[in-house]
């Protein structure tokens, strides 16, 4: 999956016949009554793609998934929970084979998550997936939990604080990226990404890629007027600015996110930080 180093061409202007299923935030408890609403809205959720599918309408060829897979990661079972709402929602999209999606008592997930994960679906970790009910208020993480999900090469970036492997799909060039970093207490939903080691210094050279950032938390604040202790402005990242300016330099066209729960698209024009600017639209 790695697909080694250089720079995107400046002048490429995407025209892709490529479906993408973007989900976000399951919060799975992993205790059944407690799921039992997130797992009807699941399944109704897998209909409805399947729906699509068979009418000929949309074919998704990769799913993204940006974060907040469990609710709070006290132990394996929520995580257990989402493995097997992803994998049967990729039998849904028709990216897993009819093999039996249950992740079984054990440490390892099953043998078809393999299959699946890094190939058709791709994920990046949420606040929630990573600290107690998604709050740093300490500087201890209950990431050992979400380890058991990722690939050797991943789990060995995320122990280091190395940049994750960018991954390749077809016509698109993923960028994985951890946001589950930054403040705590005041701001302990908002995160941050570490520039210096968690963004690679360039992407790989692939003639008519399309480069997409996967993150959790929110690049550009929404325009949603929430007030109180949840306010949008403590869901925006610390360093956002920065990051930005980053992914612009990097030729990244499209940025999916998750955090707060209310679906919108945005168009942005930025200018890059060479020498000659120019202007580059970036969708969010």
Sequence with gaps: MNCGTGMIPRDFEPDLAFDLLHVSDS????????????LVAWQRMEAAVAAEINAGRRRPQ?????????????????????????????????????????????PKPPAAWWQFYGTSLFMVPGNHD????????????L?????YLLTDEQQVSWATGAVLPVACRGP???????????????????GGVDLEHGVPRNLPERAGALSIALMHGHPVQPPYHISGADQESQMVLENAGRLMKNLV???????????RHYPAV???????????????????
């Design 62 to 106: 990769a799913i993204l998934f940006t974060g907040d897979l469990v609710e709070t990661p006290w132990s394996l079972r929520p995580f257990r929970t989402g493995v097997s709402a992803l994998l049967g929602l990729g039998k849904a999209c028709r990216l897993v084979d009819d093999v039996d999606t249950e992740w079984p008592r054990g």
């Design 249 to 259: 330099d990097l030729g990244v066209r499209l940025i999916v996110h998750g955090h």
């Design 143 to 147: 990431r050992r939990y979400m380890r």
């Design 27 to 38: 919060h799975f408890w992993g205790i059944e009554k407690w799921d039992r609403g997130r």
């Design 130 to 141: 990573t600290y107690w009910f998604g709050l740093r208020l300490l500087k201890h993480s």
């Design 266 to 284: 945005y168009g942005l024009t930025m200018q890059s930080s060479e020498a000659e600017p120019y202007a580059r639209h970036l969708v969010i």
């Design 172 to 190: 698109l060039q993923l960028l994985m990226l951890d946001s589950t970093g930054a403040p705590a207490f005041f701001g302990s939903a908002r």
